[in-house]
């Protein structure tokens, strides 16, 4: 089955620069990457997504590259905000299921 | 909000006891899936359904069961519970299950004491 791997498990910003947390997929099948957003106490909130006929995707502060060849998919904050604050879980589902990463806990410091 | 609700919020029950964990999807998605999250660990598989058909199951243990019903809410029922099934149990519903945007209800935390 896929297995993904997510890196770092944590990390420390300060608050205005950029954070990237990166993750690798293993199986070429595959082609759907979606990124979630959990708050403490919360469910997983789905923040991006990005498909295997895509390179890049941006939403405002956020933005996913994937890079098919490699097999690995990063997320990229800029100009963080404490509210940014939380554990985030990159995903990627080959179809029915989705496998997600052990996730990072991201800290903004003010 | 995400549109999916789960109930019950918070659940402490006694060991070798059974729950039933209740999900409703977002109005119009036909999957729901199943998902396990313990202290400090990442999200685990149990299964999936669409349409009230089981589609994918992943490390469900057998004491665990699950179904969706006519009206595309789905249950999750644990039995004989121990001390190590304590942890948030999640739904998240999708359109049609493949390769869609899937939603998470705020779960229901499950201590077995």
């Known amino acids: 089955g896929e297995n993904v791997e997510q890196h770092p498990s944590t990390l420390s910003v300060q608050e205005g620069d950029s954070a990237v947390i990166k993750c690798t997929y293993s199986?070429?099948?595959?082609?759907?990457f979606p990124w979630y957003k959990q708050e403490l106490g919360k469910g997983p909130q789905l923040i991006i997504d990005?498909?295997?006929?895509?390179g890049e995707k941006k939403d405002q502060r956020i933005a996913v590259t994937l890079n098919k060849t490699a097999k690995h998919f990063s997320l990229h904050i800029t100009e963080t905000q404490p509210e940014d604050s939380a554990v985030y879980f990159c995903?990627?589902?080959?179809?029915?299921?989705?496998?997600f990463g052990t996730g990072t806990s991201l800290t903004v410091i003010p | 909000d995400s549109g999916v609700t789960q109930t019950p919020k918070h659940l402490i029950t006694a060991t070798g006891q059974r729950v039933t964990l209740r999900c409703s999807p977002r109005?119009?998605?036909?999957?729901v899936y199943w998902y396990q999250q313990s202290l400090d660990q990442g999200l685990q598989f149990l299964i999936q359904?669409?349409?009230?058909?089981?589609?994918a199951k992943g490390n469900i243990l057998e004491r665990f069961s699950a179904q969706q019903f006519p009206d595309l809410h789905s249950e999750l029922n644990l039995s004989s519970l121990e001390l190590g099934d304590s942890a948030l149990y999640f739904c998240?519903?999708?359109?049609?299950?493949?390769?869609?945007?899937?939603?998470f209800g705020q779960g229901t935390r499950l201590t077995v004491v």
């Open positions: 995903a990627a589902s080959t179809g029915n299921q989705f496998y």
């Open positions: 109005s119009g998605d036909l999957s």
């Open positions: 990005i498909r295997s006929n895509v």
């Open positions: 998240a519903s999708s359109p049609t299950g493949k390769n869609t945007e899937a939603f």
């Open positions: 199986d070429s099948a595959s082609n759907y």
């Open positions: 359904y669409y349409n009230g058909e089981e589609r």
